[in-house]
């Protein structure tokens, strides 16, 4: 059975081993909005790549689906995706991390369950029927996610607040681009 001094020590080589890793794709800066900046650059890079091959083999890349119509109420969808999106996929994502450190699952693990477990979730959707369907849109978001994990991981040690405050700034920064067109939308329909 392992002492507490020698987990710690284990936790401290993991941890060491996981800055290492990332220390080369991650800005050399202190700043944190530098970091969310080039992080979501790496996640708009994946995403746009992967829709890219997923359209170049006639894969059909649904939209979000909105609580609210887009046609009738833009400003709604846009602090949906904007606000809502990024805070309880942002807990999502911490909750399948922390639980996976509760098991104490190796660092990369954590990543690709993320990466795995909110890709498929993106993947099914319900219709105006109330049926499930089936996209694979979840593959094209699952690396952004996975980003996020890294993200997530690496502000922990500092503060796990920080760490939310991280990834919750680079979904909203993500999702900022495609909620334009929805606050466009809305501001041509309002007079």
């Given at each position: 059975m392992e002492t507490h001094e020698r987990i710690q020590g284990k936790a401290r080589r993991d941890d060491e081993e996981v800055k290492m890793k990332?220390?080369?794709?991650l800005p050399r800066t202190e700043s944190k909005i530098v970091f969310v900046v080039v992080m979501v650059c790496y996640t708009w890079t994946l995403t746009a790549?992967?829709?890219?091959?997923?359209?170049?083999?006639?894969?059909d890349m649904t939209a979000p689906p909105f609580l609210a119509a887009p046609q009738t109420h833009p400003f709604l969808c846009a602090a949906e995706v904007l606000v809502l999106a990024p805070l309880f996929e942002s807990l999502q994502l911490i909750g399948i991390i922390e639980l996976a450190r509760f098991f104490r699952a190796p660092s990369w693990l954590q990543v690709l369950s993320v990466g795995v477990i909110i890709g498929f979730l993106h993947?099914?959707?319900?219709?105006?029927?109330?049926s499930f369907?089936?996209?694979?849109?979840?593959?094209?978001?699952?690396?952004?996610?996975?980003i996020q994990a890294i993200a997530y991981l690496y502000w922990r040690r500092v503060s796990w607040r920080l760490g939310f405050a991280i990834v919750l700034s680079i979904h909203a920064l993500h999702n900022l681009i495609p909620s334009i067109p929805l606050i466009g939308y809305g501001i041509r329909h309002l007079w």
């Open positions: 990332l220390d080369s794709f790549f992967l829709n890219s091959i997923l359209r170049v083999f006639h894969f993947c099914l959707w319900l219709d105006d029927s109330h369907r089936w996209s694979v849109r979840g593959i094209a978001i699952a690396p952004g996610f996975a």
